[in-house]
């Protein structure tokens, strides 16, 4: 016998109702006062990520004392001002990712994708920027191996470049997920990307 | 204006505040413990608002204890390393 349409579209209603609720629920858990917001294991690697480039960081201005005058030389090389514009474009594409992660709650799965988008451009343009910095020390003949000061700062701005490039790839699958736990664990990750570039610009071009 | 947009009008006045000083010319001990202190500032931002961790207040002493470290020992090591001002 074949069931009534109404009454499957019925059952079929409840069990989204049912499954709405439970999601409300659980990110009401997840956001308790007090507790870390979003996944712990996010936090792990976030935490892993600070302790490493940390030490990264500190290590270049503990091989600086060594040689103050050939550091403060080498860094004149760099391109502050493209760096000093990509801190802009890194924490605006931050705070797209952030409004995104309130659509994403707010069920507004058209919304949080027209914000990712701008924020995945933006990394693109962090990208593009370094690498014109990149092919300019290229140039001029500039290597790892010229002085160590280059060997930090392309190993360091490298890697983070390679965590911009991974960030801009789960910010694209987060987008097309569209549930609010995996869009805040995306943008989670690309705040982390955000946070050690804060920390890096003024050790290796300002300082 | 939401807390997260807040935030990134922080964020901007201090990546702009921190390239004002750079281009200022202003060096010596001032310089290192101002451009730190500012990337301190912007970190919190990140950490507070963008994370979350303002709903976390004893996660966020923690962030706060550990970063204000680092940015210590960073402030330390780049006034060992300044270059002097006048040649011996």
């Known amino acids: 016998m074949t069931e009534k349409p109404d009454a499957a579209a019925l059952r079929s209603l409840r069990a ?3 499954t709405a609720r439970d999601e409300e629920t659980k990110s009401n858990e997840e956001h308790r006062p007090g507790h870390l917001p979003g996944e712990l294991m996010m936090w792990v690697l976030i935490l892993s990520e600070l302790a490493v480039f940390g030490a990264g960081l500190l290590a270049f201005l503990a091989v600086r004392l060594t040689d ?22 890194l924490v605006t594409s931050g705070w797209l990712a952030a409004l995104a992660t309130r659509a994403a709650e707010a069920g507004q799965t058209r919304r949080l994708r027209l914000l990712l988008a701008p924020a995945i451009l933006l990394g693109g343009v962090f990208l593009v920027l370094k690498a014109s910095e990149y092919a300019d020390l290229f140039a001029q003949g500039i290597g790892t191996e010229t002085h160590a000061f280059y060997t930090f700062s392309f190993l360091l701005t490298g890697f983070h470049a390679a965590h911009v490039l991974a960030g801009m790839v789960l910010l694209a699958l987060v987008g097309w997920l569209a549930t609010p736990k995996a869009v805040e664990t995306g943008a989670a990750f690309w705040h982390m990307v955000d946070l050690v570039w804060v920390l890096l610009f003024p050790v290796v071009y300002l300082l | 204006m939401s807390v997260v947009t807040r935030a990134w009008v922080w964020l901007v006045a201090l990546s702009v ?30 950490l507070s608002r963008y994370l979350g961790l303002a709903a976390a207040p004893g996660w966020q002493r923690g962030f706060d204890l550990g970063l204000g470290l680092f940015l210590a020992t960073c402030a330390t090591l780049a006034l060992a390393g300044q270059t002097p001002l006048t040649p011996p």
Request: aromatic share 4%; proline share 4%; charged share 5%.
């Open chain 1, 16 to 18: 989204s109702s049912l």
């Open chain 1, 68 to 89: 103050p005058q050939g550091f403060a030389e080498a860094q004149t090389h760099l391109h502050r001002t493209g760096a000093a514009a990509n801190t802009l474009v």
């Open chain 2, 17 to 46: 505040a921190s390239t004002g000083l750079a281009a200022s010319g202003l060096a010596g001990p001032a310089f290192v413990v101002s451009v730190l202190a500012l990337a301190g500032l912007k970190a919190r931002v990140i």
